[in-house]
């Protein structure tokens, strides 16, 4: 996963995807995003669960628009935080390397216990969201293309194209992150947006609520993609023997 990494060509594998990663070791202070990864996911469903835990529609965040609303809601939340910290399991290179068995559990915790229900879910509350059709646009959308991303990732490992299935994995991941986001964009948007209630948007607070939103979600998961699509693209660094 790092610049420099070994790339050696195997036998076995179709014309495309002739290389398996060797990681070098690393000690953890030189993988500078490892911890403070492992910390914004916590802070993040220490902040997102409890509404969702307690069972009481009344806490919930997000308004009902159908009566199985709610109960989505929370099977979504709870699988959505499954894919996360597995996610997380899943890119920590000491574990990648050094436990490979549980590297595997995982996986298949993050795509089967994690990504797939809580996809579907995703896919039935953003078609019903309440919050306008810019915000439900996206929220389909990134329903699909994180079912998508993450189905292709697991066919990929099964059929032992392993370049094919980093790549794709690395776009879930994203994905799976851009989620934080989308939460952090709210917020900044508003300040933005409040003071221009009257102008705007002609003083209607649906249409400021429903332009927060829209842009929390939209901007969120592409500029997430965009960024890991770009870090895959990367040009390897050259190694001092090389040179
Ligand atoms: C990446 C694909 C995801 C999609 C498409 C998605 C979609 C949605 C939708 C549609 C809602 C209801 C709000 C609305 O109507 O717009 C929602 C709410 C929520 N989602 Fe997701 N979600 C995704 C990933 C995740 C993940 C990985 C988590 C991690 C736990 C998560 C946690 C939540 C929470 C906590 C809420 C309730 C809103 C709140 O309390 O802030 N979602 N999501």
Do not use: C
Request: avoid cysteine; charge should be positive.
């Amino acid at each position: 996963m790092t610049a420099g990494t070994d790339l050696r060509p195997t036998r076995a594998q179709s014309a495309p995807e002739r290389t398996v990663r060797v990681e070098p070791k690393k000690h953890w202070w030189r993988r500078p995003w490892t911890a403070p990864l492992g910390l914004v996911v916590v802070a993040f469903l220490a902040y997102s669960l409890p509404p969702y835990l307690a069972f009481d529609p009344a806490r919930s965040r997000v308004p009902s628009t159908f009566p199985a609303h709610y109960l989505f809601l929370v099977g979504h939340v709870l699988f959505g935080s499954i894919a996360m910290v597995t996610a997380v399991l899943q890119v920590w290179p000491s574990i990648r390397r050094k436990h490979p068995v549980l590297h595997r559990y995982s996986g298949r915790a993050y795509v089967f216990a994690g990504v797939l229900p809580s996809g579907l879910l995703a896919l039935t509350v953003g078609a019903a969201t309440p919050y306008g059709p810019v915000t439900r646009a996206s929220d389909v959308l990134l329903a699909v293309l994180w079912l998508g991303t993450t189905w292709a990732g697991f066919r990929a490992a099964r059929e032992r194209r392993f370049g094919d299935h980093r790549r794709w994995m690395i776009r879930s991941f994203a994905l799976t992150m851009s989620i934080i986001l989308n939460r952090l964009i709210g917020p900044v948007a508003a300040i933005f947006l409040e003071p221009r209630l009257a102008t705007t948007f002609g003083g209607s607070e649906i249409a400021l609520g429903q332009s927060i939103a829209a842009l929390g979600a939209w901007v969120s998961w592409t500029v997430a993609l965009i960024a890991a699509q770009l870090w895959l693209d990367r040009k390897p660094k050259r190694r001092a023997s090389v040179q």
